[in-house]
Every structure is written in C-alpha cells, then in structure tokens.
C-alpha cells in the first residue's frame, strides 16, 4: 500500500492527520524551552542567594562553610566563585575553618574549569 496523494481527498486525510501532529510537537518544544529558561532562573536566584548569605556578617561560619559547599553546584559562574574564594576577607570565631572550605571549593571549580 502505497500513498501517493494523487487526490484531493487523501491531502486532506494526509493534513488532517500531519498538521495537528505538527502543531503538536511545536507546543512541546516552545513548553521545553520555557521551563528550561525558568529553571535557569531559579537557579540565578540561588546562586545570588547563596552569594548574599556568604557575605553577610550576621551568618555562623559553620553556615557560610555550607554556603561555600554550595557554591560548587554553580560550574557556571566558576570564575566568579573562585575570584570570590580567593580574595575573601574573613573575620571572627573559627574563620580557619571557613578558609579551608572556601579554598576547597575555588580548587573544586578550578578542577571543573
């Protein structure tokens, strides 16, 4: 059986059939690249949250420690992060700790780059 659209009837079974198909994967792409560009977001909020409470006074170190952990989820925004690890200005109660995961994370992105 072979289709050889050589009537006027079997376009339109054929269009009937294709278009909405088309139509169809049209919707899931233009879905697909919509929720890709929200996750994308959500994930820039993050980061920038993440960044905030690392630099905030008012946070524990063991805090900014999970903070700085963290970090290493951002490949992306590797540059920064190691720039940001590396020239950090610590202060207060047991910042040797802190250091410590701050350069462990700007050699994790340094792995990664």
Wanted: with cysteine; charged share 20%.
């Amino acid at each position: 059986m072979t289709m050889d659209l050589a009537t006027p009837g079997e376009w339109i079974a054929w269009g009937g059939v294709v278009v909405p198909l088309i139509a169809l994967a049209w919707s899931a792409v233009t879905y697909a690249l919509a929720k890709r560009r929200e996750v994308r977001h959500q994930q820039y909020q993050r980061f920038f949250q993440i960044m905030d409470h690392l630099g905030r006074a008012d946070s524990s170190i063991a805090s900014k420690m999970a903070a700085a952990y963290e970090l290493r989820k951002y490949p992306e925004y590797a540059e920064v992060i190691i720039n940001v690890c590396e020239k950090a200005e610590v202060e207060g109660p047991a910042t040797q700790m802190l250091k410590e995961e701050m350069a462990a994370t700007a050699a994790h992105m340094r792995g990664i780059t």
